[in-house]
């Protein structure tokens, strides 16, 4: 076993390591000044300013795989990016993760991500051309709406979104809520879950369109807020859908599918958020380590007392922990796919997150009431991340599919 990067895997790591460093952290404080002295729910000139300039040092759409072809679709377009494996990508993620806003500015960022998969996956040519060029070029942005409120959702089978066919339309009557980018006024596209067939079995009822934002019919309701954070011009809104009338042409893959292509959307999507994961305990460990070595109590540093180093130590054992379950879950599905690497996935989606609430926790302890003000990203860091306990399936379902694999593989020989 071979824990040394390839040329291919350091130089991509560095390069976005080193623009994220020389770009874009000496750009925190206009960052934070755009955001306070303007309209919030509008897109940061920051950011915006930042991005050409990530495209061209060709560090752009840097999540988009070699994937293989699926047979049932064209896959003639040819999309832009470095063509990353999940492996090399999930280093330069990490580096992306350590500033909260650094993914957009190489156009990599949830939920454009997982829906340009989607689209270069199941979609028709006509569908790429419409959909997936502009968001790979930037020029839109796009949301998911599968969570409903009033199911529980972690059980996508509940879903209750009629997705009922008229002609040549099919007509859309639900709820959504926790629709990520919604609220941004570049989002042009969502991706819907709903029910096409309520008499299927459960696992056949549901498929996936394309409904464009501005449809008829469509109404953004609310701003929902995580731990008080309402992340604009982003935003987690809750969608209302009253006889939204989309061509049949807008249907992902055929009725039915909407199973399918979850998984293939969501494999990847969960292991990128645990990537981003990793960089945001590295920068919750880095502000820890600094902070305690600048405060003096009890007639020492605070790095001095042994709570401390005990805290520091078990937050390097953590992550890097936590880093070789991510990378080995990246290598599986390059070589094995992403259903082979089911358990894999899984466990890194549980560990992540939880490693790095508790490092983030530890480094708000070192703050004091710094740590829970605005006056360092650690509070809306571990907000954000204690949602990725629920998102994208909460730990009780991950756990509960890890833990049935495992129980397979120790199944009581037939004594016959």
Known sequence: MDFELTQRQAHFRDRVRAFVEDQ?????????DQHAAGDRWQPLPIIE????????ADLWNLFMPPAPAVPQVDDSFAFEGEQLTNLEY?????????????????????????NMEVLHRYGTREQ???????????????AFL???????????????????????????NGRKWWSSGAGDPRCKLTILMGKTDPGAPPHKQQSMILVPMDAQGLRVERALTVYGYDDAPHGHMEIALEDVRVPASN???????????????LGPGR???CMRTIGVAEEALQLMCERLQSRIAFGKRLSEHSIWEQRIAEARIEIEATRLLCLKAADMMDRAGNKAAKAEIAMIKVKAPQMALKVIDDAVQAFGGAGVSQDTPLAMSWAHIRTLRLAD????????????????????????
């Open 24 to 32: 874009i952290r000496p750009r925190l404080g206009d960052c934070r």
């Open 49 to 56: 300013e930042l991005k050409p300039k990530a495209r061209e």
């Open 90 to 114: 999930a280093l330069c993620a990490e580096e992306m993760g350590r500033i909260p806003w650094a993914s957009e500015v190489f156009n990599c960022s949830a939920p454009d991500t997982g």
């Open 128 to 142: 790429k051309d419409q959909w997936l060029a502009p968001l790979m070029r930037g020029e839109i942005r796009s």
């Open 146 to 172: 599968m969570t409903e409120p009033g199911v529980a959702s972690s059980d996508a089978t509940n879903i209750e979104c009629s997705i009922a066919r008229d002609g040549d339309d099919y007509v859309i």
């Open 251 to 265: 249907l992902l893959l055929g009725e039915g599918r909407g199973f399918e292509i979850a998984q293939g959307r």
């Open 271 to 273: 292991i990128h958020h």
């Open 393 to 416: 399936g909460p730990d009780e379902v991950h756990n509960r599919s890890i833990a049935r694999i495992e129980l397979e593989k120790h199944r009581p020989r037939d004594s016959n």
